[in-house]
C-alpha cells in the first residue's frame, strides 16, 4: 500500500474543500453527475427486478413451503390429485441434463472459437460466425422438432449397437425409449454451443497482439501460442459464456419437454426418460387448480432459482481456485 | 376553435349510442376452435358485440373466474365445491355451468403388424395403465380380439405430460371402471401415473406413439379424426365394442340425460345406452349467476343462448359432437337462474 489517494464517486477530492460547494444542479450540468445518476439507476433496477422476482416467488409459494418445508427437495412424489408435492426428480433432472449439456458443448464450443480466432482466414471466420449468431436467435420449439425428428430417429437406431457393447455401465444400461436425459442433453448441448463459440470468439479476439509477439518470441509454435498464452489470457470471458450456456440449459423448458419423456422418477440411467423444472412448470400450470398446486409449481420455480444460484456459485469458486493455482505455479 | 369543440362533442355522444360491447372469457383449449368460431359468426349477426376468448387453460379460467377478471370461464372439467364456495366469496355470486359441446378421448396404437381397429375391454385399458397388463398379447387384450395376431411385444403406455381436460376424461373412465384406479391415483388434469411416457399435447402423444412400436395412448377424438389416426373400439357399459364417433359420443350425452344433475356438473364416462362411447365429457361455459354491468349481462346471456340453439351447427364441422336436445331443453330452463 502506498501513498495513493483512493476516490469513490460518493467522496470528494481533499483539493475539492478549497472550493465552494457545488449545487446539485450544478453537479448536473456538469454531464458527469447526470450520467452517474442515470447508470446506477441501471444497476438498481437489475436488483430491484431480481429482488422483486425472488419476492414474489417467495409470497406465492407459502401454502406448499409451509406444508411440506424442507422435504419438498428430498420428496420423489408428485401427486397433483392427493396434494402431495416433491421436487427431488425435477430438480435432479434439471441438474443432470444441464451438466452433462455443457460436458458436450464446451469442448466443441471452444474448439471451434479457438479455431473461427485463431486459425481461420478472416472471411470465413467472419461468414460462420454470422451463422452461429443465427443459430443462436432460433426458437427453441425448432430444436425441440429437431429433436423429435432427426435427432431421436438417429439415437434409437444407433442405441442398440452402443449399448450391446456399454450396456453394462450404469448410466448406459435399460431400454432406450427416444425420449430420454441423454436426448435431452445432446438437444441442449445444440442449442447452447452457439452461446459458447460466438463470446469465446469475441474474447479471443480482443487478447492483445503483443502477448502473442512476446510468445512468439520465445520461440513457441503457434498451438503453444494459442493454447498456454491466449486461451488462459481469455480464461474468464470464456467461462462468462460457459455461464451463459448454463443459464440457458437450466431454463431451457420447450426443446427439453419435447424430448426427455416427462417422467417424474430419478434414474441412474441417462437413456431413461426423466423431467426437469422448467419443463413440469410449463406442462402443468396452465390447468393448475388448487392453491396449494399452483403453490408447489410456484414453489418449484423458487427452487429452480436456488438451483441457478448454487450452480453459479459453485462455477465461480471452481474458476478462482483455478486461477490463484495458476499464479502459484 | 367553439366549432371544433362541438364536432368534438357530437363524435363522443354518437359513440355513446352504438356502444361497443366487449365480453371476454377465458379457460379449455380444447374448446377454444369452436368458441372463437362462434364469436367471429356471432359478431357477424351482432356487430357490436365482441367476444374475446383466450384459451388459457381450464385451471387458468377458472382462476380468472373468480378473481373477476373475465366475464365468464370455460372448462373442461367441472369446478369443485371448494372453487364455487371461492367464487361465491370473493365475486359474491354462483357461478352455473352450461354444456356446449361434446368431445372423447380414443386408444390409439402402434404395433408392426396390426392395421386392424383393435378392440379394447375397460378392465384392459385400467390394466395397461395400472402396468398389471405388460404384454399385446395378453389374454385381456387377445380374448376381445379374435381374429388378430398380437405379438409379444412389452407395451409401452403414453399418457399426456400436460394438465388437459383430455386426460381428466380418460383418468376418470379409468376410475369408474377399475376401483383400484380410484384409490391408487384418482382423477384430475394431471396424475401420478404408475407408469409410461408422457408426451406434451395430442400432438405430443400421437407423435411418442408413431416413432415408438408397441405403444399405446390416448387421444381426443378431434384430433383422431383431422389426422387420420387408427384407433380402437372400447367396449361400453352395455356390453357393446363401439367406435367413437360425433354420433356415440352424442349418443353417451342423451344416455346420461336422465341422470343429469340440477347444476349439470356430470361426467358422462361409462354412460348407459347400447351406442354410448363410453369414453366422452362435455364442455362447459361458466356463467356468473350475478353480473354487475347491464348491457354486457345482457349481451352475455344472448350469446349463451345463441350457442346453445343456432350455435350447435358449428360444432359437427369442427368435429365436436353437438348437444342432445334433450339437453339443451334443461340447459334453456337452468338460463332463467340467470339474475339478469
Not at chain 2, 94 to 120: Q, R, W
Request: proline letters at 5%; a positive charge.
Amino acid at each position: 500500500m502506498g501513498n495513493v489517494v483512493i476516490s469513490t464517486p460518493g467522496m470528494p477530492l481533499p483539493s475539492e474543500k478549497l472550493f465552494r460547494k457545488q449545487t446539485l444542479v450544478e453537479r448536473l450540468r456538469k454531464g458527469d453527475e447526470a450520467v452517474h445518476l442515470l447508470t446506477m439507476a441501471g444497476g438498481w433496477s437489475i436488483i430491484l427486478i431480481t429482488g422483486l422476482l425472488v419476492h414474489h416467488l417467495w409470497v406465492y409459494s407459502r401454502i406448499a413451503r409451509h406444508q411440506f418445508g424442507w422435504h419438498f427437495l428430498v420428496t420423489s412424489t408428485w401427486d397433483p390429485v392427493n396434494g402431495l408435492f416433491g421436487a427431488w426428480p425435477f430438480v435432479y433432472g434439471t441438474v443432470v441434463t444441464s451438466l452433462l449439456a455443457l460436458i458436450i458443448a464446451i469442448p466443441i464450443g471452444l474448439g471451434a472459437a479457438i479455431f473461427l480466432a485463431e486459425l481461420a482466414p478472416r472471411s470465413v471466420s467472419n461468414a460462420l460466425t454470422f451463422l452461429i449468431e443465427l443459430l443462436a436467435a432460433v426458437p427453441s420449439v425448432v430444436y425441440g422438432l429437431i429433436g423429435i425428428f432427426l435427432l431421436i430417429p438417429a439415437l434409437t437406431a444407433i442405441m442398440p449397437t452402443f449399448q450391446k457393447f456399454f450396456g453394462w455401465i450404469p448410466i448406459f444400461s435399460g431400454t432406450f425409449y427416444g425420449v430420454s436425459y441423454f436426448s435431452a442433453s445432446v438437444i441442449l448441448a445444440i442449442m447452447v454451443v452457439p452461446f459458447i463459440v460466438s463470446i469465446s470468439r469475441e474474447v479471443l479476439l480482443a487478447v492483445p497482439i503483443a502477448q502473442r509477439e512476446a510468445m512468439m518470441a520465445l520461440g513457441a509454435t503457434k498451438w503453444e501460442v494459442t493454447w498456454r498464452t491466449v486461451v488462459p489470457y481469455a480464461r474468464q470471458g470464456i467461462m462468462g459464456s460457459v455461464f451463459l450456456a448454463l443459464a440457458r440449459a437450466l431454463g431451457e423448458t420447450m426443446a427439453v419437454t419435447m424430448v426427455i419423456g416427462n417422467v417424474a422418477q430419478v434414474s441412474t440411467s441417462l437413456m431413461a426418460p426423466g423431467y426437469t423444472i422448467a419443463a413440469v412448470i410449463a406442462n402443468e400450470f396452465t390447468e393448475a387448480t388448487g392453491d396449494l398446486y399452483l403453490h408447489a409449481l410456484i414453489e418449484l420455480g423458487l427452487v429452480l432459482f436456488a438451483v441457478t444460484m448454487i450452480i453459479n456459485a459453485l462455477a465461480r469458486l471452481l474458476m478462482l481456485s483455478v486461477r490463484t493455482g495458476e499464479v502459484v505455479s | 376553435m367553439i366549432r371544433r369543440l362541438c364536432a368534438l362533442a357530437i363524435l363522443a355522444v354518437s359513440s355513446v349510442s352504438a356502444q361497443q360491447i366487449s365480453l371476454t372469457g377465458a379457460g379449455s383449449t380444447f374448446a377454444y376452435p369452436l368458441y372463437s368460431d362462434w364469436a367471429s359468426q356471432y359478431h357477424k349477426l351482432h356487430p357490436n358485440v365482441e367476444v374475446n376468448y383466450q384459451s388459457i387453460g381450464s385451471g387458468g379460467g377458472i382462476r380468472q373466474l373468480i378473481a373477476g377478471t373475465v366475464d365468464f370461464g370455460a372448462t373442461d372439467g367441472p369446478m369443485t365445491n371448494q372453487e364455487l364456495a371461492e367464487a361465491q366469496q370473493k365475486r359474491g355470486t354462483a357461478i352455473l355451468h352450461f354444456p356446449t359441446a361434446l368431445g372423447a378421448d380414443v386408444p390409439s396404437y402402434n404395433i408392426p403388424g396390426v392395421t386392424a381397429e383393435l378392440k379394447f375391454t375397460p378392465q384392459a385399458l385400467a390394466g395397461i395403465y395400472l402396468g398389471h397388463i405388460t404384454k399385446w398379447n395378453d389374454p385381456e387384450i387377445q380374448k376381445a380380439n379374435p381374429g388378430v395376431k398380437l405379438p409379444a411385444a412389452n407395451i409401452i403406455v403414453v399418457h399426456r405430460s400436460d394438465g388437459s381436460g383430455t386426460t381428466y376424461a380418460w383418468v376418470d373412465y379409468l376410475s369408474k371402471v377399475s376401483p383400484e384406479w380410484k384409490s391408487k391415483v384418482g382423477v384430475g388434469t394431471s396424475v401420478k401415473w404408475p407408469v409410461g411416457l408422457g408426451g406434451k399435447g395430442n400432438e405430443g402423444v400421437s407423435g411418442l406413439i408413431r416413432r415408438l412400436p408397441n405403444s399405446i395412448g390416448y387421444v381426443e377424438l378431434i384430433y383422431s379424426i383431422q389426422n387420420h389416426i387408427l384407433y380402437g373400439d372400447v367396449k361400453n357399459s352395455s356390453g357393446n365394442y363401439v367406435r367413437a364417433s360425433l354420433a356415440t359420443v352424442t349418443a353417451a350425452a342423451a344416455g346420461a340425460n336422465s341422470f343429469m344433475p340440477a347444476d349439470f356438473r356430470v361426467s358422462i364416462t361409462n354412460a348407459p345406452g347400447a351406442q354410448a362411447y363410453p369414453i366422452s365429457t362435455y364442455t362447459w361455459l361458466l356463467i356468473p349467476e350475478k353480473l354487475n354491468n347491464p348491457q354486457k349481462a345482457a349481451a352475455l346471456k344472448a350469446f349463451l343462448r345463441w350457442g346453445l340453439t343456432d350455435g350447435q351447427k358449428y360444432t359437427t364441422p369442427l368435429a365436436y359432437a353437438p348437444l342432445p336436445s334433450g339437453v339443451v331443453q334443461k340447459e334453456l330452463q337452468q338460463m332463467k337462474k340467470l339474475q339478469y
